[in-house]
C-alpha cells in the first residue's frame, strides 16, 4: 500500500509521523520503503542522525519517487509543498492519503484547502483521505482540540479518526535522538497512543 502523509501546511507532524510509522512498521517485519519528497529533507535528515547513532534497525529514505512494481511493500511518502510536482505525483501514486492536523482554525483552513487540491489536481482513482489530530492539547479544561474535530467532522469523503497524538516532548527527541517514541520510551503515553494509531491504520481490515 502506497501510503502519503501530507499537508500543506508545515509543522503538522507529517514527518514525525512518517518517521514514527516507519520505524513501527520495519519493526514489525514489513518491508518498508520511505521516501523523502519534501524539499526540506527532514526525514532524510533524522534517519541520518539514526545511522549516525548507530541505532537498528537503520532506516532507508529515498528521494527518488521509484516504485519497484513485484514484491509486497509499505510505501510511506512525506511530502511538502517545496516540490509540487512530486507532491503531485506522490498524490496519484497514493492508495491514501495521512493527514495530521494541527488544532488551530488556520490549520482546519488549510487542510479544507488541502483537499480540495486533492479533489482538483489528481485525476484517476482518488486516494481514501484518512485525518488525525496531532498536537493536541494534554490539558482536558482546553477545548481547542474537541472544536477543531468538530470542525474536521464536518468535512466530506474524510476519515476522521478518534485517535489523537498529544503535544509532548518526546515526539522532539524522536528527532533530535533518532529514535521512534516507542523506543524512547516504550511504555510511555506517546509510545501508547502511537502504537493505537498505527494500529489502526494499518489494520487488516484496511
Ligand atoms: N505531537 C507532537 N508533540 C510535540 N512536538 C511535536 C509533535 N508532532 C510534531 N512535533 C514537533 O513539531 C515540529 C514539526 O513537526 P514535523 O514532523 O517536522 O512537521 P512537518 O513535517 O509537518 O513540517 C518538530 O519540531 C516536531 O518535533
Ligand atoms: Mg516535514
Given at each position: ?12 507532524g507529517?514527518s514525525?509521523v ?31 542522525v ?28 512525506d ?25 488551530s ?5 488549510s ?96
Amino acid at each position: 500500500m502506497v501510503t502519503v502523509i501530507g499537508n500543506l501546511k508545515g509543522g503538522t507532524g507529517k514527518s514525525t509521523v512518517t518517521f514514527n510509522l516507519a520505524l513501527w512498521l520495519v519493526q514489525a517485519g514489513k518491508t518498508v520503503l520511505a521516501y523523502d519528497l519534501d524539499l526540506q529533507r527532514t526525514l532524510s535528515d533524522v534517519a541520518q542522525v539514526r545511522q549516525e547513532e548507530g541505532y537498528e534497525p537503520p532506516l532507508a529514505v529515498s528521494t527518488d519517487l521509484n516504485l519497484p512494481k513485484h514484491f509486497q511493500y509499505e510505501a510511506l511518502m512525506d511530502i511538502g509543498t517545496g516540490d509540487m510536482a512530486q507532491m503531485k505525483r506522490a498524490l496519484s501514486l497514493a492508495d491514501r492519503v495521512v493527514v495530521p492536523v494541527v488544532p488551530s482554525q488556520a490549520d482546519i483552513w488549510s487542510t479544507q484547502r488541502f483537499l480540495y487540491f486533492i479533489a482538483s489536481e489528481i485525476r484517476g482513482k482518488p486516494p481514501k483521505i484518512v485525518m488525525f489530530i496531532n498536537r493536541a492539547d494534554t490539558h482536558s479544561s482546553i477545548r481547542e482540540s474537541e472544536q477543531a474535530y468538530q470542525a474536521l467532522k464536518t468535512l466530506p469523503g474524510v476519515t476522521l479518526l478518534k485517535n489523537r497524538l498529544h503535544q509532548r516532548i518526546v515526539y522532539r527527541r524522536s528527532f533530535s535522538e533518532g529514535l521512534g517514541v516507542f523506543e524512547l520510551e516504550p511504555s510511555g503515553k506517546a509510545a501508547r497512543e502511537f502504537e493505537e494509531l498505527a494500529k489502526l491504520l494499518y489494520s487488516p481490515s484496511d
